[in-house]
Each structure stands twice: as C-alpha cells, then as structure tokens.
C-alpha cells in the first residue's frame, strides 16, 4: 500500500510541476504586440517578394534587348550612336548580366537606331505592364492585417510597459500595400532617350 501513495505522490507531483512549467513558460511568450509585428513584417516582405520575383519574370524581354545591344556595339562607349545619354545602369536596373560585348567595331548608324528603339520600345511595354500588374494587386487582406497593427501595436505594447509614451515611441505606421507604393519600392524603367 505504501507504494500506492508513494506513485499517487510522484504523480501528483509531476503535474503541480508541468503545470507550474506552463505557467512560467506563459509569461515569457512573445507579447501580442511583437508577434503582431513579426507577422506584418513577414507578409510585407513576402508580399514584395512575390512582386519582385513577378518583375523579374516581366523583365525577360527587357534584358533580351540589353543582350542584343551589346551583341552589336563594341563596347560601353557606343551608346552615342543611338541613345542621347549612357544606357550602362539598365543592367543594373533590370538586373541582367553585366553585358558581353561582341562587335570588334562600333555598329552602323541605321543599326544601332533600330537596336536602340527596340530596346525603348520593350522598356514601355515593361513599364505598362509593370504599372497594370501594381493597380490590380489584390492585397485587400494584406492591408486588413497592416490596419490591425497600425490600430492595436501601440495598445498591446502599452498594456505590456504600462507606458502610453514608452508604447509610442519609435513607434512608425506601417503603410498600406498600394500600387504607388509597390512602384516606388519596385520602380518603373526610365525610357532611355534616342539621339
């Protein structure tokens, strides 16, 4: 019989102690207020994400025409044959391959011309379709989520510092996923100008 009560004790013991555990394991979780930011930080940065991986894919002929410009010109300082400024940070913009150049010399006049407009004119597609795919972007449910937290991160955080001023600092809103702001972290191409 001793043994009984011996286990019944060991037993009792083992859940007073997961519960004491529980307890303590719950008041070091991660506050409201932090685990509603992390997750607006995460569906912003997943969301643009998305929207750059998207981009790129938009990109293609844009970099096709980069690559088929430095196929004709012989190099860097060809570009006043067609263009009225440098073209080298469009590499960089539409993120192609530094360019091969091919040409042992510079192009024709009639060739650099039509390289050039093509180019131009795949940057304005690019651009539209870029501009069409930021205006139709659902993101409804996104900016539900940034909403909540620009209206309660301030409120939880209070109730954890017991401060309205130490909640509030350094406190900065989140914007909303609008298509002004998904071009300006994701910009449109500047359309070189032709000479």
């Known amino acids: 019989m001793a043994n009984d009560s011996d286990d019944h004790e060991a037993f009792s013991s083992v ?14 979780d991660t506050p409201a207020f932090a685990r509603r930011g992390r997750e607006v930080e995460w569906v912003v940065r ?17 970099q096709c025409r980069l690559r088929m410009w430095a196929n004709v010109a012989s190099g860097p300082g060809d570009w006043p044959l067609a263009f009225a400024e440098p073209i080298d940070h469009l590499w960089e913009l539409t993120c192609a391959e530094p360019p091969r150049w091919k040409a042992s010399k510079p192009p024709s006049a009639k060739t650099a011309m039509n390289c050039a ?53 350094l406190f900065v809103p989140q914007p909303r996923i609008e298509p002004a702001w998904l071009l300006e972290q994701l910009p449109i191409l500047p ?4 000479r």
């Open 15 to 28: 859940r007073s102690t997961e519960a004491e555990i529980k307890q303590v394991l719950g008041m070091f």
């Open 46 to 62: 997943h969301t643009l994400t998305l929207c750059e991986r998207r981009r790129k894919e938009m990109l293609d002929m844009v």
């Open 117 to 169: 407009a093509g180019l131009c004119q795949s940057i304005e597609r690019f651009n539209d379709r870029w501009r069409r795919f930021a205006s139709e972007l659902k993101a409804d449910a996104i900016n539900h989520q940034i909403d909540r937290f620009n209206k309660y991160y301030v409120l939880e955080k209070e109730c954890i510092v017991g401060s309205s001023r130490l909640a509030a600092r």
């Open 191 to 194: 359309v070189p100008r032709l």
